[in-house]
């Protein structure tokens, strides 16, 4: 074997599987996701409240956690609002996604904004825009841009209580 062809197969060997194991990273770096989940939490929760966002796909694959041919994942988060879970994916094939809050720790109110976080040319899976009271629709499609959907909620204190004026006389 001469020491080309030796050269050409050790390329082969060590950069192939290098770029066929990039395609499926099961993590991404803040910013690099194809979408991603957000929580902001206004107000003051009950101590130990905790959020549950559901992901759910009708004809896309959703990754990390699609490895299996997943179409749902949930995500918690904690009372700050920090993800529990993986909350940036990337999806497979094409269909249309819905995100919900499923736990909503007994906010007063839920809202759901999308963003358009990266890209050009391509569309977001969802429309930036909001915050809207209904969960979000994404439409998956290829290619597209990145967004990610903020999940809020908000807890209003209640009014304290008046007290009665006193009387005399």
Known sequence: ????????????????PGLWLAGFT????????EFEIL????????PGTTFTVTLACDGATIFPGGENGQTQVVVRFDATGTPQDPAAFRF?????????ETQTGGAT??????????????PPPCTPGGPQTSPV???VTTPRSSSSVTVTNT???????????????
């Open 155 to 169: 807890f209003e204190r209640p009014p304290a209580p008046v007290a009665a004026p006193r009387l005399t006389g």
């Open 92 to 100: 497979e094939g094409s269909g249309t996604c819905t995100v919900t």
């Open 109 to 122: 109110s839920v809202t759901y904004e999308c963003a358009l976080t990266a890209g050009e040319g391509a």
């Open 26 to 33: 099961t993590s991404a770096a803040p910013g690099t996701a």
């Open 137 to 139: 629709t994404l439409n």
């Open 1 to 16: 074997m001469d020491l080309r062809r030796a050269a050409r197969l050790l390329v082969v060997g060590l950069v192939v």
């Open 39 to 46: 929580k902001t939490v206004n107000g003051a929760p009950p």
